[in-house]
């Protein structure tokens, strides 16, 4: 049997096997493999310990200073803000290191060799990415939710309202631009270093790229609002989700004669960030597909 066969055979004993069941069976392969490395733990506990110290520092506040609230409902924004603009870049540094390495170890390969498809190898990887932005979702929720249970300041109900929702919706969005961004530049370059560098350079270049369209173009300037790294960073404002903030802000620059923040529509940039994404993916699938693991 060719390698090229190899690569699209399936599993033994697939055949008539039920779609749940190859689910869970690549669930456990994935889960297996992502707990035993470093790189993960390392990657969630510092994304953790960060998101500790941005709650506690609020609680220590709202004792300090009782006329500054720290409860929920009203304090999901200051509780998902942090971690809406660090998140992303933890799942991308997270997708990098569990997927380029599986490439010069070899492990790919030997999954092949061993009877899973290269495009079950792939799903494997997009159940990774789906697990990696529900964690990094649930960390700081949880996080949030139980320093608010030490806070002084009283909540209100319901614990979680639409506006609240709204943001978490756009949180996952930006774990998906990045975290898709990250799997593609790790299945194009397979080297963690290599992908890591990229990303970096890519968002230096974003921000040049973005200057010089506003520097020689009017009409070109708003453009650069669908840029990958801007788009996330527009979701990852609590101002766009939170119309009374965005009033208090604009009526503060008002004062100051500062230019007001304007926003586009959520719904168009969650489209962005999907098209994104998917772009990302399909060209990662394509990668993975035609060259040999």
């Known amino acids: 049997m060719s390698g090229a066969d190899r690569g699209n055979s399936s599993p033994p004993g697939s055949d008539g096997g039920s779609r749940l069941g190859i689910f869970g069976t690549l669930v456990r392969i ?4 992502t707990t035993k490395r470093l790189a993960f733990w390392v990657t969630t506990g510092i994304f953790a310990g960060f998101n500790a110290l941005f709650v506690i520092s609020a ?3 709202a004792i300090r200073r009782p006329n500054i ?26 997708m990098i290191l569990l997927l380029a390495p599986e490439f010069s170890w070899r492990t790919a390969r030997q999954n092949v060799i061993d009877g899973l498809s290269k495009k079950r190898f792939y799903a494997g990887k997009i159940i990774v990415l ?13 996080v949030g939710y139980v320093a608010t249970l030490f806070s002084p300041s009283e909540g209100g109900s319901p614990i979680i309202g639409p506006a609240d929702f709204n943001y978490m ?14 799997f593609m530049l790790a299945a194009l370059l397979r080297s963690s270093g290599a992908a890591m560098g990229i990303l970096f350079v ?23 609002d669908f840029l990958p790294a801007e788009v996330q960073s527009t979701l990852a404002n609590a101002f766009l ?32 960030a999907l098209a994104f994404s998917a772009a990302f993916l399909i060209t990662a699938f394509l990668s993975m597909r035609k060259r040999d693991l």
């Open 169 to 182: 919706i756009a949180y996952v969005l930006g774990m998906l631009l990045w975290g898709s961004g990250a």
């Open 69 to 94: 609230t720290f409860a929920l409902p009203d304090s999901w924004s200051r509780i998902l803000e942090p971690p809406a603009n660090i998140g992303p870049f933890f799942v991308g540094v997270a």
């Open 30 to 33: 994935e889960a297996l493999k």
């Open 241 to 272: 989700h939170y119309p009374q903030l965005l009033a208090q802000e604009n009526a503060m620059r008002a004062e100051q004669g500062r230019p007001l923040l304007e926003f586009r529509d959520f719904e168009l940039l969650a489209v962005v």
């Open 59 to 61: 609680v220590r506040t």
């Open 202 to 224: 890519y968002l230096l270049l974003e921000q040049i790229l973005s200057r010089l369209m506003t520097e020689l173009s009017e009409t070109l300037g708003p453009a650069t």
């Open 130 to 142: 789906a697990a990696l932005a529900v964690l990094f979702l649930v960390i700081p929720v949880g």
